[in-house]
């Protein structure tokens, strides 16, 4: 099933190469969106099976498509909103990016083959990089250059490390190249080749997790981009980058090693968080602002799982709420946009006169991913603070909140202002947004408060099957 997909997929794209008008170019995106929907109920329904000898549907895919499914809703919703006057060669090759990369993403998510996580994460560059340079300036053009080269030198350094886990153990390259057969042969491989390989590998997907230190890349991204796409890069895109790690993680955790992994994804989360801190604070503009905060939660999520046990439940849920928040926020950025004509903080302000609706979901976006109740990020947040003390990590804790208190008054402050303070130029206040254009963006953020108080069943049983074998 999942070949059918992908060749009706490819299909679908390549027939908006040959598309000459908008309205047929949207069409056709469209199927690919139903394509989606179709293809994640049929993953829904045959959970823990494998297809085509390199896909399983385990829980923790099973987890993000389905996020995946939603962002890919929302995110062509709002493309059809932002995107109504561009012209036809801009909107064709928009979506060849954006429909790609959820083809490419799909790949990465469901693959049980490490080569293959690697060609479909390979893949999600040259989506991306379709996005970027859709403005077509030369700040575009640069940004676009910058993203392919930084992102296919992490790609060099995981093949790297990939090489490194087949010299650990020569009968996990001769075995095939598996998750499954990469934990079995872990636990007889060499040490020092099992550390040069997951370094490596972490180093090469942090470009797409948005962790240090390749993080700036993916900051970039977001700050070019159309807004629904910055959207999609900063949630789908970075779960991929989570999986792909988090992979390999819990195939070497049950090694000699294993101990030593989980300091080094430690000391990775608190340059994470320490940049976010700190350039949080210096940021002029409102894109590059979420997308250091995905710097953050990704950050406290690789803390989490440097943590082990509940913390790696905590840091699977942070990153999917993370999902649905941070991608509402990039929505409305996106129509805050239309009517202040800027992303520049220090021109902006007065946004709960000009559309209110869009400065609830900005404040209760804010409230959210700063993690205070009833923000659903306030839950594993608070698991991996008592993951700390029950490990009497005490210096890891105290780190870690004086940095979030940085990161809490640079968010704080220039959302604020944006929403509040008056409004020091001129502004188009002909430009209307329609609310029902916003109603998504409270229903997710509805979902990610909702989450605070209680964890659906089903959501509980998958993340805690996904990481059962953790220490």
């Not at 230190?213 to 700050?223: E, F, H, K, R, V």
């Not at 993951?387 to 909140?401: G, R, Y």
Request: glycine share 8%.
């Amino acid at each position: 099933m999942i070949i059918k997909y992908f060749i009706i997929g490819l299909i679908i794209i390549c027939s908006i190469l040959l598309s000459k008008n908008k309205i047929l170019t949207s069409t056709l995106a469209g199927l690919f969106i139903c394509l989606q929907v179709g293809f994640t109920y049929y993953v829904v329904t045959h959970r823990g099976q494998t297809d085509a000898i390199y896909f399983t549907f385990d829980e923790l895919g099973l987890i993000f498509l389905g996020i995946l499914c939603i962002l890919s809703i929302t995110s062509y919703y709002t493309s059809l909103i932002y995107l109504k006057f561009e012209p036809v060669e801009n909107y064709n090759i928009y979506y060849l990016g954006f429909l790609g990369l959820i083809l490419s993403i799909t790949g990465v998510y469901l693959s049980n083959n490490i080569t293959l996580t690697w060609i479909f994460m390979e893949a999600t560059t040259l989506s991306v990089a379709a996005l970027i340079y859709h403005n077509r300036t030369i700040f575009t053009l640069e940004a676009t250059w910058k993203y392919i080269f930084i992102c296919s030198t992490g790609i060099a350094l995981a093949y790297l490390g990939i090489l490194f886990l087949s010299m650990a153990e020569k009968g996990f390259a001769a075995n095939g190249m598996s998750y499954q057969n990469l934990a079995l042969a872990a636990k007889v491989g060499n040490p020092l080749y099992l550390k040069l390989a997951f370094i490596f590998i972490l180093v090469g997907y942090s470009a797409k997790m948005e962790i240090f230190p390749l993080y700036t890349i993916g900051i970039d991204a977001n700050y070019v981009a159309p807004a629904p796409a910055s959207a999609f890069i900063s949630t789908a895109l970075v779960n991929a980058g989570f999986l792909s790690i988090f992979r390999v993680y819990k195939a070497l955790t049950g090694t000699m090693v294993g101990h030593w992994l989980g300091h080094v994804l430690l000391i990775t989360g608190l340059f994470s968080l320490l940049v976010a801190a700190v350039y949080m604070q210096r940021v002029k503009n409102f894109k590059r602002l979420l997308a250091y905060s995905t710097v953050e939660v990704m950050g406290i999520a690789t803390i989490g799982l440097g943590l082990g046990g509940s913390g790696c439940y905590a840091a699977i849920l942070l990153v999917i709420l993370h999902s649905f928040v941070k991608s509402s926020m990039f929505y409305q950025f996106g129509q805050a946009h239309k009517i202040l004509k800027t992303y520049k903080i220090f021109k902006t302000g007065g946004y709960m006169r000009l559309y209110p609706a869009g400065a609830m979901v900005l404040l209760i976006g804010l409230i959210i991913l700063i993690g205070v109740p009833p923000s659903g990020l306030f839950i594993p947040e608070l698991i991996i603070f008592r993951t700390a003390f029950a490990t009497n990590q005490w210096i890891i804790f105290v780190i870690v909140s004086l940095l979030i208190c940085f990161i809490i008054y640079g968010m704080s402050s220039k959302i604020l202002q944006l929403v509040f303070s008056p409004v020091e130029r001129e502004i188009d206040t002909q430009a209307k947004i329609n609310p029902l254009q916003t109603l998504s963006q409270f229903i997710m953020l509805g979902f990610a408060m909702y989450m605070c108080f209680s964890q659906p069943e089903f959501l509980k049983d998958l993340i805690l099957k996904a990481s059962t074998i953790l220490p």
